[in-house]
């Protein structure tokens, strides 16, 4: 009894660290609170992207948490390429043709759809897409299920009578 009442305070404390912050978002939290807003074409890339990763992750059989976290470990890297086309060919690299084509096809959507400005401090919009869409990328990975594998068969019963 005595470690649950020393334990309790601890894991309380927890839960307000998973609780009390934002989760994490394409677009920007307004100052006087809400939900997020997505205000410039890098955010819609990356919440265009994050649906569309989703989605194609739903679709796979099997997603096991090593290949999650695997892909999670590469994003960074994702984000420093200087292109949509090196970004696109890295993602085809490490996680496959599916993925990257869901990237480029809404990379291309919102090129060719969206009013949005891009942010006031976006130098190269080739940088400003790459980081968009490599963030929505990695907030779909962090949001991801794994798959239940599949229980093994149950074992065959001894044939016979019982062992003596």
Known sequence: MRAAVIFLPVALGACSMVFGGRPESCGTYPQGGGPAVIATRDEEVCEI???????????????????????????????????????????????????????????????????????????D??????????RGVRIALLYATPSKPEAPPPAAKPQGGTPK
């Open 49 to 123: 992207v994050r649906l569309r990763v989703i989605r194609q992750l739903d679709n796979l059989s099997v997603l096991e948490r090593d290949t999650i976290d695997e892909l999670i470990e590469r994003v960074p890297g994702w984000e420093g390429k200087r292109d949509v086309d090196a970004l696109v060919a890295a993602i085809r690299n490490d996680a496959g043709d599916d993925l990257a084509d869901e990237v480029r096809r809404a990379i291309d959507d919102v090129m060719t759809k969206s009013a949005r400005p891009l942010p006031a401090d976006c130098v």
């Open 125 to 134: 919009v080739q940088r400003c897409l790459v980081k968009g869409a490599a």
